[in-house]
Nanobody
Framework: QVQLVESGGGLVQPGGSLRLSCAASGFTVPYYAIGWFRQAPGKEREGVSCVSTIDDNSVFADSVKGRFTISRDNAKNTVYLQMNSLQPEDTGVYYC?????????????????WGQGTQVTVSS
């Protein structure tokens, strides 16, 4: 049974940092891409950052470039999202997702498996 389990969300002040983790398990066919999406109240889910497991190419939303980084630990089947210089507009539920798109794109329709999400709130 495929599982994606996110952790690391929380409340942080503007300018602060958080690191999200997503542990993947149960994939009988290794996924080609894995990434992070977020959904703010009243808004559509959007791609934040995604990475290809084939060539390690990564993509970022313009709004997070230079602030967020994505990385993988293959031995642990875990992907991380390091978020720095967080701003109130980064608030939302962050989801981990995996799929079979190649080359990697970071749009929700391209991903087949989803985690339950973790809340990130940036507020003073």
């Amino acid at each position: 049974q495929v599982q994606l389990v996110e952790s690391g969300g929380g409340l942080v002040q503007p300018g602060g940092s958080l690191r999200l983790s997503c542990a993947a398990s149960g994939f009988t066919v290794p996924y080609y891409a894995i990434g992070w999406f977020r959904q703010a109240p009243g808004k559509e889910r959007e791609g934040v950052s995604c990475v290809s497991t084939i060539d390690d190419n990564s993509v970022f939303a313009d709004s997070v470039k230079g602030r967020f980084t994505i990385s993988r630990d293959n031995a642990k089947n875990t992907v991380y999202l390091q978020m720095n210089s967080l701003q109130p507009e980064d608030t939302g539920v962050y989801y981990c997702a995996a799929g079979y798109g190649n080359p990697v794109v970071c749009v929700p329709i391209g991903y087949d498996y989803w985690g339950q999400g973790t809340q990130v709130t940036v507020s003073s």
